[in-house]
C-alpha cells in the first residue's frame, strides 16, 4: 500500500488501524522495487538458505535471526500479537494459546495466515488446544517446512 497519496493521506485513523493490523506502508517517494538492504541481511543468515525459495520473502523481516526457530518464532509472535492486539513484550511463548483469549475467530485467523504465508496446514484443533503454545507451534512449523 502506498501512503501520503489517496483516500489513506485524507484519513490519517485509516493508517493507524492499518498500522495495528500489521500492514505497512510505502512511501510515494520509496523505489519499492529496490530492496538491497534485505539482500545483504538475507545472504548473511545460514539457516536462509534451508528454507523454500518461494517463502524467502516471508522471511526477509527476520532474516538477522540467528536460527531458523527464532525467525519462526518473531514472525508467528508479531502476528499472533497483532491478532490478539496485545503488545509483543507482555506474551509469554510458553503460555497456551486459549489463555490469551484464543477464541474460534482468532484461531481461524491465525490458521489462515499461517497457510497464506508460511504454507504450513496447521490443524485447528491444535491451535485451540490448550498444549499448545507459542513455542509449540514454531516447533511444528519447522518441522513441516
Do not use: C
Not at 49 to 70: C, H, M, Q
Not at 79 to 103: H, M, T, W, Y
Amino acid at each position: 500500500m502506498i501512503s501520503e497519496v489517496g483516500y489513506q493521506h485524507e484519513n490519517p485513523e485509516i493508517e493507524s488501524l492499518l498500522l495495528l493490523k500489521g500492514v505497512l506502508a510505502e512511501k510515494e517517494s520509496q523505489d519499492v522495487a529496490s530492496q538491497h538492504g534485505h539482500a545483504v541481511v538475507v545472504s548473511a543468515a545460514e539457516w536462509f538458505t534451508s528454507i523454500p525459495s518461494t517463502l524467502s520473502p516471508a522471511f526477509a523481516p527476520v532474516a538477522d535471526s540467528d536460527t531458523l526457530r527464532i525467525a519462526i518464532m518473531q514472525l508467528i509472535k508479531t502476528r499472533f500479537s497483532n491478532l490478539i492486539l496485545v503488545a509483543i513484550d507482555q506474551i509469554s511463548e510458553d503460555k497456551p494459546l486459549p489463555s490469551f483469549g484464543v477464541d474460534i475467530m482468532i484461531a481461524s485467523e491465525f490458521r489462515s495466515w499461517l497457510w497464506t504465508v508460511l504454507r504450513i496446514d496447521i490443524p485447528f484443533l491444535d491451535i485451540m488446544s490448550t498444549k499448545t503454545s507459542l513455542a509449540v507451534l514454531a516447533e511444528l512449523v519447522k518441522g513441516k517446512l
